[in-house]
Structure formats: C-alpha cells, structure tokens
C-alpha cells in the first residue's frame, strides 16, 4: 500500500485496469468463487425487493433526500456536530488520510493501550489505519469474518459488502490453520471446511479481544444530524461487541454518510439489507448517541472525514456518487466484476461505484482507467437503490480522463487520433461517402482473403475483441439514390 499523500490512499498503486484485469480474468479458480457468490446475493436481492409494492417509490425517495442533502452538506454537518458533542461525544474533523490517521492514533496512545478492535470499516481501509497504527506499535484486530480473512491471509478486500468472496471454504479453512494462531487462539485441530465449524473457530479466535479491548475503532453506515446518533449494520454480532465493551469508542466517517433525521433514515434502512445481502432487515442494527453514565462506553470520538470528498462535491455531476450506502448492488450485477472481482480496480472501493467514486477522491489523472471498467450496460444503474446514475458519471469521468491526459501534455492515443478523423469525417457527407465506398472495397478485398471480422495493422486490438462485419457492398445512400432516380 502506498503511502498516505494529500488525498490519502484509497488508490493502492496497483497497475492500471486493463492489465490488473487481463491477470484475473485468467484465473479460473477466482471467477468460479465469483460467479457462485455473486449469483446467489443478486437472486436473493430480487427476490426481497419484489416483496415490497413500494420498492421504486422507496429509491425515488432515497434518491432525493441524498440530493438534497448532499446540496446542503456543510448545514447538516454542523448540526451533527453540535448534537454530538451535546451528547457527551467529541468531534474530530480530518482534512485527509494523515490527519485521520494522526488523530486516531493519538486517540489510542492517550489510552496507554496497544491493541484495538475494528467493525468494519470501509473509511479506515480507505485511510490505511491499520498500518498507520502498526507504525505507531498499536496492533488492530479486525472482527468482522472476512474482514479477518483478508488480515489472516496479508490480502486486501474485494468486495464492499463481501471483502473475502475472492477466497473459497478450502482456503479459508487452510488460512486459519496456517495462520490464527499468529493472532490469538489457533485453530481447533481438525478443523474442517464447513461454514458452521469456520465460523465457531472465528468466534473462539475473537472472544478474549472481545472481552479485554478497552479501545475500539468503528465505522458508520449513517449518522442521524438532529440527534447525533450513529448507526452500524451488520449480521455477526461483532460490531455490537465492539459498539458496547470497550471503555473508549472511536468512530472515523466519511463526512457524505450523514442523513437529517431519523424518518430519513427509515428509507435507508429498508433499501440497504435488502439490496445488500438480500435480506429484510439486518440481524443487528446498532445505535448510539455520545455516551452514557455505566452504559457502553465513557468515551466517544467522532473523526469525519473528508480525503477528497469536498472536490467531489464541487463536482455537479460526480458529486452523485456521495451518495452511496455502500450496498454492493452495483457489484453483484456488473459482467465486468463479475469476471475480475474487485482487486482489479486497484482501490479499496470496487466495482461500477469504485470506478466513478475513486478517480473523484484520488483525482482522475491516478486513476484515469477505472472510468473505462464498464460496459455501460445500466445494471448498476437499475440495482442502486439510491438511483446513482453511474453509466452517466462513467462518461462524464471518461471525458474527464481525456482532459487531464491532455493537461498533462502526453500525446494522444491511437484510439483518440481515430476517434478523432472519424469525428472529421461524419462531420463532412462527401468525406463520409468517400469513407462508405472505401470500406466496401476494403470489406470486398478481405473476404476474397478470407478475412473477415479481421482488420489489419494497428487494427488488429480492435477487432480481436469485437465483431466486425464486413462492410455491405452498397451504401444505403448509393441505394437510396439509385432507387429514387428509377422513380
């Protein structure tokens, strides 16, 4: 991972797109574990949704309170403040990864202690917190199941909602053999590949951190503004072991998960267990407003973080990708994930949002790939549940990219100098008749070659990837003309 800069490290340095993508498309193990994931979560997902009459009216609300939230970001943050801190809580505010990373890390050594417990927490991935605190000789244990499976294995999550769906139960149970012991209690002997039996060795492993952390680090899914309550979703039991023993809770948000009030937040937590994990509602949902007198924990510090989002609100047409609930419907139901999983994009935000949200936190010039990680089919479009419109940002961003490549005084590329003649040449009708009589002969000369579909030269990329017919021997232009002067 590379190191924190101005807008943080949610960019992990990993080679552009299309070679991450050309890697996994060939590993046939990772697109099995894939298919099977991704699969059955889509079909679950659909099946809850169409029990709901109102399931359109639902993204059509969630979609406009995240407008008109994010239009008036800088009041509702203010007033989360204000409530949190009216509730016995403190509030942080981090310009990026560093100061976030700072923060939290002088939070912990004010406790004198040396080790944490995580819930899950796409933010502090975001930010590199863990190392951030490695460095600083503070060891955090992540308690969510996968989440543990990524740090047992030394990987990186692949998935939003599923950070370990890249591993199968066999590698799984090898990983815990092979590795728990590093990190606590080991294995149980014998342990075999059955979900039930992983899980009870996850749940020993964890059970002691549980029981004698005095510090813990947390996420948000959402933070109500008006009472200064901060809400966590999740289906272990983890996250509210972690929300409630330790004596001193830290929270790191990214500064976009506020909601006003507690009807808005009703929306969201119909949409969210339904669209992630295919189910009605979450096995625990957990809240908690500042602290309370022998009840959780006697101290609790909000950091909000913000590492490239304010750009991106600046932004009138990306700044819609803020408002993700990190759901990972996108995901589940995008052709091109589902055939190189997430590692490929290089962020710890993958798939359709990850392709339109990290070129705008880390700037387009870094990862000027990711815009082009699609296929512009509209699946995403059609499983958000808060109506993000990503094909849309995908070509605002595409465009974006083409800008920056041009700043950057780098020659253009052969596809741009292509595009560019044939803007030229549909602009002019006798240019583009003169190009209609050329490929027909072109397209004539390759079939008697026994070349069709087959473009030659620098072509070549193009129609190994594509279909390309061969040109009709006459223009509907020639046909039209020939056919009206015989009237």
Known sequence: M?????????????????????????????????????TVIRDKRLAVASELDDWEQLRTAADAIRTRTLRHLDHHLLRLEESVTAAGGTVHWAADAAEANRIVTDLVRDTGEHEVVK?????????????????AGITAYETDLAELIVQLGDDRPSHILVPAIHR??????????????????????????????????ARRHLRRKFLTAKVAVSGANFAVADTGTLVVVESEGNGRMCLTLPETLITVMGIEKVVPSWSDLEVFLQLLPRSSTGERMNPYTSTWTGTTQA????????????????????DTVGRQALACIRCSACLNVCPVFERTGGHAYGSVYPGPIGAVLTPQLVGVERASSLPFASTLCGACYDACPVKIDIPRLLVHLRAAAVRARRGAGRLPTAEAVAMKAAATVLDSPGLFAAAQRAASLGGRALARRGRIGRLPGPLRAWSAERDTPAPPAESFRDWWRRNRQER
């Open 295 to 314: 009840d959780g924990p006697s101290r609790f510090h909000l950091v909000l973080l913000d590492n490239g989002r304010t750009d991106t609100l600046a």
């Open 119 to 135: 819930v899950k927490s796409m933010a502090t991935q975001e930010i590199g917190l863990n190392e951030a605190l490695a460095a």
């Open 2 to 38: 590379s190191a924190p800069g101005d807008r943080g490290v949610v960019w992990l340095g990993t080679p552009p797109f299309p070679d991450a993508a050309r890697e996994a498309v060939g590993d046939t193990r990772l697109r099995a574990n894939l298919k099977r994931a991704t």
């Open 168 to 201: 199968n139960r066999t590698e799984i149970r090898d990983l815990f053999a092979e590795r728990m012991g590093a990190w606590g209690q080991p294995a149980p002997e014998g342990l075999t590949d059955e979900p039930v039996e992983l899980a009870e060795a």
